[in-house]
């Protein structure tokens, strides 16, 4: 659940005045994402980063927070999910709240269904992530009320909206 951080404005930053938004803009860092688990067996999809306050350099580690959106679509389903992050190199950990939503073939889990859950992401060395969680259905049938989730996969920078010098 959090993104990795291979953030050209969040790795590269050497000092909190270096690593600032373009003028106008939030400071946002967009990933892209590529997991295998459960219950999307395959996915694919994007994590937004909105970082809040300064990037830190302290002790030669790097740091930042802020908030995180993302969405996922793969065999079975697609998720929606919304929390916080802390960045804090070499690791990115993030909590969330998720939203799933099964299609009528789903890996493992119930045909047409909807569950909402939380789940704790971490991501390291800037590309490998892991994410883990329950999810607990609220619209739909079937014998799995509640499904504990997880996935494995990478993170990949796309675009952000950091002004270096």
Do not use: C
């Amino acid at each position: 659940m959090v993104a990795a951080l291979a953030v050209p404005g969040v790795a590269y930053a050497q000092a909190e005045s270096e690593a600032k938004p373009k003028e106008g803009r939030l400071p946002i860092v967009l990933f892209g994402t590529a997991t295998i688990g459960r219950p999307l067996w395959l996915s694919g999809g994007v994590d937004a980063l909105f970082l809040i306050g300064p990037t830190k350099n302290e002790d030669g580690l790097l740091g930042s927070q802020g908030l995180v959106a993302g969405g996922n679509l793969g065999i079975g389903g697609f998720q929606l999910s919304a929390g916080a992050f802390k960045a804090g190199l070499p690791a990115v950990f993030s909590a969330r709240v998720v939203y799933t939503q099964t299609f009528p073939h789903p890996h493992v889990s119930d045909p047409n269904a909807a569950y909402i859950g939380a789940s704790a992401q971490i991501t390291i060395l800037y590309f490998v992530r892991a994410n883990f969680g329950v999810d607990h259905r609220i619209r739909g049938t079937g014998d799995r009320r509640t499904l504990y989730v997880w996935s494995v996969g990478a993170h990949f920078y796309l675009k952000d909206t950091i002004k270096r010098r």
